[in-house]
C-alpha cells in the first residue's frame, strides 16, 4: 500500500511539473488578465483637463439633464424662465454656488463627477439662457 501511495505522489508531482512547464508566460497573462474595470468617480478629471474645456452644452448633455430635462424634485427645465426665475433672484453667484454645493436634492456638483467649478458654470449658463 505504501509503495502505491508512493508511486500515485510521484505521478502526480511529475504530471504537475510537466504542465507547469507547458505553460508560458503569455497563456498564464491570458489566464488572469482582468474581465473589466473599475471607474471612481472624479478619476476622470485629470483627463478631462487635459482634453480642453467642454461647452456648457455638453456638460448639460452628459450630466444635468438626468434632473434638469424633466424637472425631477423640483430642478429647473432647461431654457424654463419660470423655473429659473426664482432662483435668478437670488443672483447668478448663489446659483452657482448651491450648484457646486449642492442644495436640497442636488448633491455638489450634480452627477459630475469630472466637472470643474467653471464646467458648472458654463452648464448653468447653457441652461438659462435665452430667458
Known amino acids: ?9 510521484s505521478s502526480l508531482l511529475v504530471v504537475s511539473t510537466s504542465f507547469a512547464l507547458e505553460n508560458k508566460d503569455e497563456d498564464i497573462v491570458k489566464r488572469i488578465k482582468p474581465v473589466g ?11 478631462a483637463a487635459a482634453a480642453g474645456p467642454r461647452s456648457g ?4 448633455n452628459s450630466s444635468c439633464i438626468a434632473c434638469h430635462g424633466a424637472g425631477v424634485l423640483g430642478a429647473p427645465k432647461l431654457q424654463d ?5 426664482p432662483r435668478m433672484e437670488q443672483g447668478f453667484d ?3 454656488a448651491n450648484a457646486i454645493n449642492g442644495i ?3 448633491p455638489p456638483m450634480g452627477t459630475c463627477g469630472d466637472c ?3 464646467d458648472i458654470k ?6 438659462i439662457e435665452g430667458i
Open 94 to 96: 448663489t446659483v452657482l
Open 122 to 127: 458654463a452648464a448653468i449658463e447653457y441652461m
Open 116 to 118: 470643474s467649478n467653471d
Open 57 to 60: 452644452a455638453d456638460i448639460y
Open 104 to 106: 436640497n436634492a442636488m
Open 37 to 47: 474595470s473599475v471607474h471612481v468617480a472624479g478619476a476622470a478629471a485629470a483627463g
Open 81 to 85: 424662465a419660470a423655473g429659473w426665475a
Open 1 to 9: 500500500m505504501k509503495k502505491m501511495l508512493t508511486l500515485l505522489l
